[in-house]
């Protein structure tokens, strides 16, 4: 699964750079474009060797009009965020822009896409390489710079506004649109204190991006307007990849997220920072166990009583009767009905199974279909019992807990 949904179970409405010398510039392809094609690598190549140097004049020479701000920032961000492995490489002439594009940069503007890739040096392991936009125009016999960013490409944040950036040992936030930094890095410091009392032989590294706007996500992510209308946060790759190694990051979705109190916030960031624990973002696995557990991770020992954490399931419950299956991946779906209900009724899912099992059970099932067991075999082999079993007790449990006895 490429993208896995941050779930809210708790008072949520749901909750230095180096530059790549040996890239030759695109060759002639025999159409009319191929010329400014190349002025546009020579372009992108000396953008990259602004970054490296840290050269905000040089980059601002690269760039016409009201872009030069926009490049002199590329520039701090890079220095901020010691980016490394920086390299451009111009892939695709989009030759039309939209009518309001047209109007914004010009009769002599064009766009074109270049293959991006850079790394966050000492975090990611491995660089990421993503396509972006930019949008040239012709100058002097040079193909400048109008705007980065934009259209339907990924528009990573440090290429879409001012960021800063706060770090403290395993923990780093990238925050943009002036946000407070200390309040998410110390969310960030928090989730891995919750995960460690569950998953305490995991030592990675957490990186947490905070955009300015939920449209700015979007771009982030080359999502779909409306995508995240319903979530507070997501983790996924950098790329949007899932190639072995791309870098694994949380995105918090600020029009969501930034209406939750301190423990719902709290328990978003620690459900998401389960997920890069657990390599979620290259799972193969049920999503109810694949939620349900993150959400097992974030709740199980921040004190919080099971009548508010699962407010929406247990009335659902007392409504309509207990689920008669686990939930399924439609069911989990970011635009489903009832979708806080459902997020809850998987966290009570893996919250029996600890409770009957044992935390430490509870871990085993899950890594042992996350490392490719079959689920019924998983339940057999690990738990000592079939699905169908588990969920006749699980509905039990649940007409329990929605009758108000203590569990």
């Known amino acids: 699964m490429l993208l896995l949904v941050g779930a809210l179970t708790v008072l949520i409405a749901f909750s230095g750079c180096s530059g790549d010398e040996t890239v030759a510039p695109p060759k002639p392809g025999g159409t009319d474009t191929s010329g400014r094609a190349i002025a546009a690598q020579h372009t992108l190549t000396d953008l990259v060797h602004a ?16 872009a030069r701000p ?3 920032t590329l520039v701090a961000n890079a220095g901020i965020l010691g980016l490394g492995d920086v390299a451009l490489r111009f892939v695709d002439d989009q030759s039309v822009l939209s009518p309001s594009d047209r109007e914004l940069y010009g009769d002599r503007a064009w766009a074109g896409t270049a293959d991006l890739t850079y790394r966050l040096t000492d975090w990611d392991a491995q660089p990421t390489r993503l396509e972006t936009r930019f949008v040239f125009v012709e100058s002097g016999g040079r193909q400048l710079i109008a705007a980065v ?7 990573p944040l ?6 800063a950036s706060g770090a403290d040992g395993r923990a780093r936030v990238l925050v943009a649109g002036g946000k407070d930094q200390g309040r998410y890095l110390a969310l960030a410091r928090q989730a891995l204190v ?6 305490p032989r995991w030592s990675g590294r957490l990186v947490l991006e905070v955009p300015a706007s939920e449209d700015q996500l979007d771009q982030a992510l080359a999502a779909p307007q409306e995508q995240y209308a319903n979530i507070a946060a997501v983790t996924t790759t950098v790329d ?13 979705n600020p029009r969501v997220f930034d209406g939750l109190g301190p423990r719902g916030a709290q328990v978003v960031v620690s459900h998401e920072t389960t997920h890069v624990a657990t390599d979620a973002t290259f799972a193969d696995m049920p999503t109810w166990l694949l939620e349900g ?14 009548d508010t954490a699962a407010s929406q399931i247990l009335a659902r419950i007392r409504r309509d009767g207990p689920p008669d299956h686990l939930p399924t991946s439609a069911d989990l779906d970011p635009t489903a009905h009832g979708l806080g209900a459902t997020y809850e009724e998987a966290w009570l899912a893996t919250r029996f199974i600890a409770r009957e099992d044992g935390e430490g059970r509870l871990v085993a099932f899950y890594r042992a279909v996350n490392g490719g067991e079959a689920v019924e075999d998983a339940f057999r082999k690990v738990l ?17 807990l929605a009758d108000g006895v203590a569990g």
């Open 293 to 306: 557990f993150a959400d097992y991770v974030a709740l199980a020992h921040a004190g919080i009583p099971v």
């Open 384 to 400: 000592g019992t079939s699905e169908s079993a588990f969920v006749r007790r699980w509905q039990a449990d649940l007409r329990t």
């Open 51 to 66: 970054l490296d140097r840290r050269d905000s004049e040089a980059a601002a020479a690269l760039a016409v009009g009201d």
């Open 70 to 72: 926009a490049l002199e």
């Open 158 to 163: 440090w290429l879409a506004g001012p960021v």
């Open 194 to 199: 919750d995960v460690a009392k569950v998953l």
């Open 240 to 252: 949007g990849s899932l190639a072995p190694g791309s870098p694994v990051h949380v995105f918090l």
């Open 149 to 155: 960013g934009g259209g339907e490409d990924r528009t």
